[in-house]
């Protein structure tokens, strides 16, 4: 059985950035939507017993086309929303730290750099997906977007994603309409880079982060 993320903050805790009503209906609307249509395919599909890593990585190993697709989809939307809630925080605003804070300086020359990255990733992205910075094992840092409910995991990259920014519209349009760029700038008031930075060195020394 999959279960979401618990929040250790209450709905309000990211205001202004983040309005209650929109945390409220992305939580538990939502994420639970992909949680129970998850936990209902891999139960079909017999499969209960990977980690949602495992699961992501295995999909081909699912014979089944359409709960294969299933997975793909909601297993993709389990993990996303799971990484995206489980970095952002009251506490946001924070700085990179140790490893993660070196490596983001050798790879992008500094963080104001990484975020202009990430900003442009997200902007960019069409219609509904993400925007991702994942490290690989050697603790390498790559940014990418990806469509609907797409990851580096399920794109075979070799890359694990350490921050995860949400561009469907639900994720937003509550509060700042179509204006995604200011959810973004907003955005990077609550995401927590002391979690992050924590991220990245489970990755490097080979541990599960979800």
Not at 30 to 58: E, F, M, Q, R
Not at 74 to 98: D, E, K, M, Q, V
Request: charged content about 20%; some cysteine; glycine content about 6%.
């Amino acid at each position: 059985m999959y279960t979401q993320f618990e929040l250790p903050y209450a709905y309000d805790a990211l205001e202004p950035y983040i309005d209650a009503l929109t945390m409220e209906t992305h939580y538990s609307k939502h994420h639970a939507t992909y949680t129970k249509n998850l936990n209902d395919a891999v139960a079909k599909a017999g499969v209960c017993d990977k980690t949602i890593t495992d699961l992501l990585l295995s999909l081909d190993s699912i014979s089944d086309e359409t709960l294969r697709k299933s997975i793909k989809n909601n297993g993709g939307g389990f993990y996303n929303h799971n990484l995206y809630f489980s970095t952002i925080s009251p506490n946001g605003a924070t700085l990179p730290t140790g490893a993660l804070n070196k490596a983001i300086n050798e790879t992008f020359g500094s963080f104001s750099t990484l975020q202009d990255e990430l900003t442009k990733l997200a902007i960019g992205q069409f219609g509904s997906g993400w925007a991702w910075l994942s490290s690989n094992s050697k603790g390498e840092l790559m940014v990418s977007a990806s469509p609907n409910q797409d990851n580096p995991l399920t794109e075979n990259k070799g890359y694990t994603p350490i921050v995860a920014i949400d561009v469907w519209e639900h994720a937003y349009y509550l509060k700042y309409k179509n204006l995604r760029l200011d959810y973004i700038k907003a955005l990077f008031n609550v995401i927590d880079w002391t979690i992050v930075s924590k991220n990245y060195d489970a990755i490097i020394n080979l541990n599960s982060i979800l």
